[in-house]
């Protein structure tokens, strides 16, 4: 039974109205049929039967009176048995001779005008009937057929999608909207429901977004404070020693390199927050390229990178031979800023492993430092990163995921037991 109701719910608009209206439509055909057949049968039954007939005898007795009877006599009746007639005179029994007798019969007709005045009623309200209990019951289908269609198939899931639209315009989107029907009012509360969780994921994405801002300006302001400190106290000691006499050439020049150092760790730092704010507008260019070729042209640019700071960098390529579609320059961005940020802490060697796994590229970046502070693998699972004390590697690393998550893929931290290990995952 329920299947079968299931099957009623989940039939199509188009189908349902077909499916009702015929039901509708033979059902009144069915019940008029009923009405009609019971009417005419009513009024045949209050019509005088055919069959019978008025026998008037006319009599003219031997006193010259008359005496007229009239008998309802049916199909078949013997009329000899009227052929007698007893008269009453000045209260004595007198018997006389009739003179003469008249028969006439005369068939019953079958007429309204010969019923009673309340069969004659009856037998025109039995044909009011018949004409109006049709017109009556294709009416009442009509507006059944529309009772059944919107209660059914229109109510439900336009209150449904009107109070998601009051909770939409309230600014709520943590709801759910629920039509289990199949037909195209499920699909249309099954859209919505897909745009009501596109735009609760873009709002959380928005809010995300807006922390990260907020986040990423308090981490500006706490950063920006050492090199700015170190730049104001060079200042007022070079500019006391200057006062003084007493500042020699050679410290006059190691206190300006320092400022040089920490106006470069300001500009490095600007220009981080430049491309952290410019993340939005980069547009990925995916193209189909080698996987082996890919590695090994990015390789070559990390080895000769390493090889000026004194680090040995090995790559390791386990890659089938076969095509991937990526954006091969922000591939290079990535590794670009995770082996910068390695060449600063390793000790000896970094490692670069490439993998090919479930349509994803794997690259492993690990080295024999002193492995990811405490305050970064705390952050992990956040977009941004705090920054470390030369306020460096949190905003490089930053930068790295938001190119990663732009690919389809994620950034991953973690410290081993011979130092840090750098995890990117990129959807191929």
Known sequence: MGTVKNKWLNLSLRRFLIVTVFTSFGTVVVLSIFIIS???SFRHWLLPDPDMAYLSIEETMSDGSAINRTIVLEYGQDMSSFNYIVLEEDGDSAYKTSVEERYLLQKIEKSVDSLTPKRKLAYKMCGLTMFTAPTILAFA???LCIFIFYRRK??????????????IAARNLDFEIKY???DEMGDLCRSFENMRAALYENSKDMWNMLEERRLMQASVAHDLRNPIAIIQGYTEYLQKGLD???MDSEKTGRIVKNLGVAAKRLEQYTESIRILNQSEEIQIERKHISAVKLAESISDDLVLMAKHSGI??????????EEINIDSSLVYRVLENIVN????YAERTITINFKLEESKLLIEVTDDGTGFPENILTKKSKKLFVAGEDGHMGIGLSISRLLCQKQGGNL???NTANGACVKIFLLV
């Open 244 to 246: 003084n006499g007493g």
């Open 154 to 167: 229109l109510r439900d899931p336009l209150e449904i999608m009107a109070e998601g639209t009051r909770q």
């Open 38 to 40: 019971g009417c005419a």
């Open 412 to 414: 991953e931290l973690s």
């Open 180 to 182: 289990g029907c199949l």
């Open 312 to 321: 040995k960098l090995q790559v390791r390529k386990n890659l089938p031979e």
């Open 141 to 143: 289908a009509i507006f």
């Open 341 to 344: 940020n390695a060449l600063r």
